[in-house]
């Protein structure tokens, strides 16, 4: 099956600052990205939809500010939390779909700000 | 827009019980049905999905899911558990698009030995 790899795969940052994590689909061109965060013992939220070379999408509630999404290539899709806080901690996955409509998850990022 | 309930949070079961895992999802639309499995600190895989035909599908690893539309329903299944399948189950719907997948809030599924 396609693999979708994410980068890092844990993260411990300071509150106020900046995390990047990349979202790769290796073996097949993805069409749209999707940008989920899944809370301690609760299901997966969606965040957001990003296509490739066009402003993500955001679900109600998730501040676009907050969250900034890049789909620079048909392989590669980045969130940024910018000034994070302890409440972002959470486990955040992405998961891009092919071009045959078939989804593919990545093994999410553990982020943690103290 | 499309919801899903798993009304079980945890099932216990001893091996080689069968066990199901229940969901059921509401829309006003055509949509696909589907089942991940996570394990601990990692992501989803793909344990089956209902695209249409068969109403009965099934995954390489002794997992069933049957579609039932007039319940609104796509119950998980699998006649003998083994201690590897302790995860948690999530069932997910999704448009005929696939535009958006839409997760239940999961099912810790515990086979005790």
Same mark, same amino acid.
């Given at each position: 099956g396609?693999?979708?790899?994410?980068?890092?795969?844990?993260?411990i940052?300071?509150s106020g600052?900046?995390?990047?994590?990349?979202?790769?689909s290796?073996?097949?061109?993805?069409?749209?990205?999707?940008?989920?965060?899944?809370f301690?013992?609760? &299901?997966l939220m969606?965040m957001?939809? &990003?296509?490739?070379g &066009?402003?993500?999408?955001?679900?109600?509630?998730?501040?676009?500010?907050?969250?900034?999404i890049?789909?620079?290539?048909?392989?590669?899709?980045?969130l940024?939390?910018?000034?994070?806080?302890?409440?972002d901690s959470s486990?955040?996955?992405c998961?891009?779909?092919?071009f045959?409509?078939?989804?593919?998850f990545g093994?999410?990022?553990?982020?943690?700000v103290? | 827009a499309?919801?899903?309930?798993?009304?079980?949070?945890?099932v216990?079961? %001893?091996?080689e019980a069968?066990?199901?895992?229940?969901c059921? +999802?509401?829309?006003?639309?055509?949509?696909y049905?589907?089942? +991940?499995?996570? +394990?601990?600190?990692?992501?989803?895989q793909?344990l089956?999905?209902y695209?249409?035909g068969?109403?009965?599908v099934e995954?390489?690893?002794?997992?069933e899911a049957e579609?039932n /539309?007039?319940?609104?329903?796509?119950h998980?299944? /699998?006649?003998?558990?083994?201690?590897?399948?302790?995860?948690?189950y999530?069932?997910?719907?999704?448009?005929v698009? %696939?535009?958006?997948? +839409? %997760?239940g809030?999961?099912? /810790?599924?515990n086979?005790k030995p």
């Amino acid at each position: 099956g396609a693999v979708v790899s994410q980068h890092p795969s844990w993260v411990i940052c300071k509150s106020g600052t900046s995390v990047k994590i990349e979202c790769r689909s290796l073996d097949f061109q993805a069409t749209t990205m999707f940008w989920y965060r899944q809370f301690p013992k609760q &299901s997966l939220m969606l965040m957001a939809t &990003s296509n490739e070379g &066009s402003k993500a999408t955001y679900e109600q509630g998730v501040e676009k500010d907050k969250f900034l999404i890049n789909h620079a290539s048909l392989t590669l899709s980045t969130l940024t939390v910018t000034s994070a806080h302890p409440e972002d901690s959470s486990f955040y996955i992405c998961s891009a779909r092919t071009f045959y409509n078939e989804q593919f998850f990545g093994p999410g990022t553990r982020l943690t700000v103290l | 827009a499309q919801s899903v309930t798993q009304l079980d949070s945890q099932v216990p079961v %001893f091996e080689e019980a069968p066990v199901e895992l229940r969901c059921n +999802y509401s829309s006003s639309v055509s949509v696909y049905l589907f089942w +991940y499995v996570q +394990y601990p600190n990692q992501g989803l895989q793909l344990l089956l999905k209902y695209l249409s035909g068969s109403t009965l599908v099934e995954s390489i690893n002794g997992f069933e899911a049957e579609f039932n /539309k007039s319940q609104t329903s796509f119950h998980l299944r /699998k006649p003998s558990v083994h201690i590897s399948d302790t995860a948690e189950y999530f069932c997910a719907v999704s448009g005929v698009n %696939f535009n958006k997948f +839409y %997760f239940g809030s999961g099912t /810790k599924l515990n086979v005790k030995p």
